[in-house]
């Protein structure tokens, strides 16, 4: 409850200092406001963000520099303590002992680890202490001087306008830092995880069993967890599943966009469209269950049947339903390109004599085919990344084969499987699962950016 | 006119043999055509039935679950001072014995108390506390017990004898007499149709004279073996039609439910102790080992919590983000590539911000696992792309003969769109807002990779709280081997579904309402 006070106690103080503001502005002209340049408003928000700015320039300052600060003071305070350990070490007790100060130390700390936790609370407070008083004395000093300037001339709205403006540029920016948190984010971990393998091995191996490789940290271990990072198979496991699932979607989404687009009464459409739709709106996990509960296990009889040995893991039957789930992605984005092909190229063809299917086939598909293959560029990119389908109905091991009726994994799979549960940060195991994070982002984004290159490059211009 | 052949070719153009066979050929690929087209729809739609219905046939069961009404003798925590000290497993333990006073010895009084749930004892001493002058309090079975009695587990087949038989009994064991050929010779291809040995023969139980035998042997025609449930002292014979063979064709070592049990039940059921019920249980509690205890409402707690995080941060960045592009920012570079950059971080696969989550708020600002803000905030990013798109096309609907009345009587830029712009955008706003909503709330693999994957109890009661979401627990239980888990698990995926189309129902009202207030 300690936080939400904090919030109620800031909301009322800067509630307090618009106010406040305000009526400072309406006092000083005496009621008259249409003396005032700005609008009694707009002094009021004038006063709050004078406050607001220093101290929120303060906060963040803290968040970005208070732990390096709260660390630089520790070792700072343990001294000569530190002085036998070399920087390696020196960091796995640091580590452990601000996972210790936080209340989040698993074991028994050694007298050390102790100390140090010690220091982190101690240096931790003081650090807190001294930036809760900055940041206070900021709004204060803000509110001051915002309070001293309030004056009949005083062109409030400016102001204030400039700051939400900004405030908007922000919100927008948060995108960008958004990617670069996530470039950042997998970047330094895979980084970290090539130093244990190469980078070679990894793109190239043909074997994969992070689960087999040891935990140690040292020179011996690298030979051994070389051989057991290879993502070869799990990358062709993907593209297995991924192929699958656009041969059922590509052919089924896009005759069902030119069914919906050319052949539908619009009474049929209506109806047609958003049920498809739904198709897009079913959580991955529903299919996912679907897929490992009915369709697995019918792929399996149906196998089977015929006297073919179908694991009960199939990429068939994850391609098959995640061929369903993509299907909308296809047939939308397709019915919405073919629709923008306009009315005198069919008109046109019509004349010469060609049967609606003619016409289809050869004029409005070749017209819309840019974007027709972008959307199939978005759905495959959208199958190489979905998760849930596969972590049910996929298999874990890494088979490098093509036979759809075998287990394969995939690079999401992999994921998961590394990173669920309690894991040890920096073994090379869960390491893995960052750079198969990197590998599928840098894949999905050259799907995406090609789908975009191609629509933008080849788009017909009718008008 | 003059010459002949022409207008002869002009006449026959479509009676040529080759050119109406060529048009023929071409009619024909329009119709196939049009039939493939028809077809793929068809398939999709299909498809669509045949998930959504397996699912709720799947889930049909476990919306209700079938509870004892036992006699409790509740004097003991009556008297005590502190009723939550009483002995709640003997009470339920000597309820059930008081029903079966004839079984006897550890295993069998273990068998039978396994027809209840592990959990009963508490589920009384809860109803008990909450009004302790109340009667007529239930106990749930377990899951297997469940399961049995909706005719999920140790499915049987029943067959009428068409002839009389006669009954004899020594001791614990009987036997029939004077069987007929027909009904022998089902016994008969029951009892040695599969294998022989004992554990692996299918169970054959006779009901005759409201006792239960069951067959173990065929010695010269006759079939002999355990009463079950001892028949009526009076008389040896049934008449045809009064008494039933019942085979169950899995093993009784390979069911979960003994044939003991299921004798016990069917009479239970048969005196009107079980009935089955609405199941509270699993809209009102959290997660349990025991699927009989185990409840969505923890998970939907999880998810609510975590969606508000999301809503928070969500809407007034993404808005916020759609409006600085749309009205403010001047075109160029900078703008071209902020663009470009949501697109494509609307593309970014789902686990990817898992990755983001666990790496940057979990172990760079070290938040709290499991936590539902933390959740909201892996969600929020999610799902921001896909709000700043939906406001950019509400923004850019808006007509620009608006933006210029409101500069033109005197309003900043700032005052332009916020007083006039953005109300106008609004529905079309709240409709992109709700759909992402939406697919945050179904949303599961950046969710397991910060932790709210764990097996979490209690119901969360705030955000720092260590909880999970519905899709999750979706997950985690059709992973567990129990049957009754997979059903549940359906249920959830219903209950999961009914707040997705609430919430799409929502943003089409919303955008009707707008559209009528448009025109």
Do not use: C
Request: hydrophobic share 55%.
């Amino acid at each position: 409850m300690a936080p939400l006070f904090v919030l109620v106690v800031l909301l009322l103080v800067g509630l307090a200092l618009v106010l406040a503001g305000r009526a400072r502005a309406v006092a000083l002209v005496g009621g008259d406001t249409t003396a005032l340049a700005s609008r009694p408003a707009y002094h009021g928000a004038f006063l709050l963000l004078a406050a607001l700015v220093p101290a929120a320039s303060v906060l963040i300052v803290w968040a970005m520099a208070g732990p390096v600060l709260t660390g630089w003071l520790v070792v700072a305070s343990l001294g000569e303590a530190l002085a036998p350990l070399d920087a390696a070490e020196r960091g796995v007790l640091l580590a452990s002992a601000s996972e210790f100060a936080a209340g989040r130390g698993f074991g028994t700390p050694s007298p050390l680890v102790e100390n140090a936790a010690m220091a982190y609370r101690s240096m931790g407070s003081a650090v807190h202490w001294l930036f809760g008083f900055l940041a206070t004395s900021g709004a204060v000093a803000g509110a001051l001087w915002g309070w001293r300037k309030i004056a009949p001339r005083w062109p409030a709205r400016p102001y204030v306008e400039r700051a939400i403006i900004t405030l908007l540029g922000a919100a927008a920016g948060l995108a960008i830092l958004t990617t670069l948190a996530i470039i950042f984010s997998l970047v330094l971990e895979s980084i970290r995880f090539f130093q244990l393998v190469s980078p070679i091995d990894f793109l190239f191996g043909l074997h994969w069993s992070p689960q087999s490789a040891y935990a140690g940290v040292g020179g011996e271990a690298g030979t051994r967890t070389g051989e057991v990072f290879g993502a070869l198979p799990v990358l062709a496991g993907t593209l297995l599943i991924t192929a699958i699932a656009i041969a059922i979607a590509a052919p089924v989404g896009l005759l069902s966009a030119i069914y919906l687009s050319e052949y539908a009464s619009d009474p049929a459409r209506a109806i047609l469209k958003p049920v498809l739709e739904i198709l897009a709106g079913i959580p991955t996990i529903v299919y996912g269950f679907f897929a490992a509960l009915s369709v697995a296990p019918f792929v399996r009889q149906m196998g089977e049947a015929v006297g073919l040995s179908v694991s009960s893991q199939s990429a068939l039957a994850a391609g098959l339903v995640m061929g369903v789930m993509i299907i909308p992605f296809v047939s939308s984005l397709s019915d919405d390109i073919i629709r923008a092909v306009p009315q005198t190229l069919r008109d046109a063809s019509a004349a010469l004599g060609a049967t609606r299917s003619e016409t289809i086939v050869k004029t409005v598909l070749p017209a819309a085919m840019p974007g027709v293959v972008s959307a199939l560029l978005l759905a495959i990119s959208r199958a190489i990344g979905e998760t849930m389908i596969v972590v049910m109905a996929a298999g874990l091991a890494a088979n490098l084969t093509l036979n759809p009726f075998e287990a394969v994994t995939t690079v999401t799979v992999q994921i998961v499987t590394l990173l669920v549960g309690d894991q040890a940060f920096d073994s090379a195991k869960t390491l893995s699962a960052f750079a198969l994070g990197l590998m599928l982002f840098t894949i999905t984004l050259m799907f995406n950016i090609l789908a975009l290159k191609i629509v933008t490059k080849y788009r017909q211009n009718y008008d | 006119m003059t010459d002949a052949r022409n207008g002869d070719d002009f006449a026959t153009i479509h009676t040529r043999p080759a050119a109406r066979k060529r048009l023929a050929r071409r009619y024909r690929a329009e119709r196939r055509f049009r039939f493939f087209g028809a077809a793929a729809i068809f398939l999709s739609v299909g498809f669509l039935a045949l998930l959504l219905g397996s699912i709720v046939l799947k889930a049909l069961p476990a919306f209700t679950h079938n509870f004892a009404a036992l006699e409790f003798d509740l004097s003991a925590p009556l008297e005590a001072s502190d009723p939550a000290t009483a002995d709640y497993d003997a009470i339920v333990r000597n309820a059930l014995r008081d029903r079966f006073p004839e079984v006897a010895g550890r295993t069998l009084r273990r068998e039978l108390s396994a027809l209840l749930s592990s959990a009963a004892p508490v589920y009384l001493a809860r109803q008990f506390q909450a009004r302790p002058a109340g009667t007529g309090f239930t106990v749930p079975l377990s899951d297997t017990a469940d399961l049995y009695l909706k005719g999920l587990l140790a499915r049987s087949r029943t067959i009428v004898a068409t002839g009389p038989a006669k009954w004899t009994t020594s001791g614990e064991r009987g036997a029939l007499e004077t069987v007929t050929a027909p009904d022998l010779r089902a016994i008969e291809n029951a009892f040695t149709g599969q294998g022989g040995q004992d554990g692996q023969r299918p169970s054959i139980l006779i009901e005759i004279a409201g006792g239960v035998l069951k067959i173990g042997q065929l010695d010269a025609n006759i079939p002999g073996g355990v009463w079950l449930a001892r028949p009526r002292e009076t008389g040896n014979a049934a008449e045809p039609g009064q008494w039933r063979i019942r085979i169950f064709d899995t093993p009784q070592a390979k069911r979960k439910l003994s044939d003991r049990q299921i004798v016990w039940l069917d009479r239970l059921v048969a005196n009107g102790t079980v009935r089955p019920a609405l199941n509270t249980i699993f809209f009102t509690r959290g997660a349990s080992r025991e699927p009989e205890m185990a409840g969505i409402w923890g998970a939907v707690v999880g998810s609510a919590l975590a969606l508000v995080v999301t809503l928070a941060l969500a809407f007034p960045l993404g808005v916020g983000a759609a409006i600085y592009m749309h009205e403010f920012a001047r075109p160029g570079r900078w703008s071209r590539f902020v663009e470009v950059n949501i697109n494509n971080l609307a593309a970014v696969p789902s686990i990817i911000f898992g990755l983001l989550g666990l790496a940057v708020l979990l172990n760079v600002f070290g938040l709290h696992r499991s936590a539902p803000y933390v959740g909201g905030i892996v969600l929020a990013l999610m799902t921001l792309p896909t709000i700043i798109i939906a406001a950019r096309v509400a923004l850019g609907a808006v007509p620009g003969s608006i933006r210029q009345a409101a500069l033109a009587v005197g309003a900043s830029p700032l005052q332009t769109v916020f007083h006039h712009v953005l109300p106008r955008a609004m529905p079309a706003i709240m409709t992109g807002t709700i759909i992402g909503m939406a697919r945050a709330l179904g949303e599961t693999a950046p969710l397991l990779m910060i932790g709210m994957v764990a097996f979490i109890v209690d119901i969360p009661g705030g955000f720092a709280d260590p909880a999970t979401v519905l899709p999750v627990q979706i997950f985690m239980w059709a992973d567990f081997p129990e049957a009754a888990f997979g059903y549940r698990s359906a249920a959830a995926i219903l209950v999961l579904l009914v707040f997705l189309l609430a919430m799409n129902g929502a943003a089409l009202l919303v955008r009707a309402r707008f559209e009528r207030a448009r025109s």
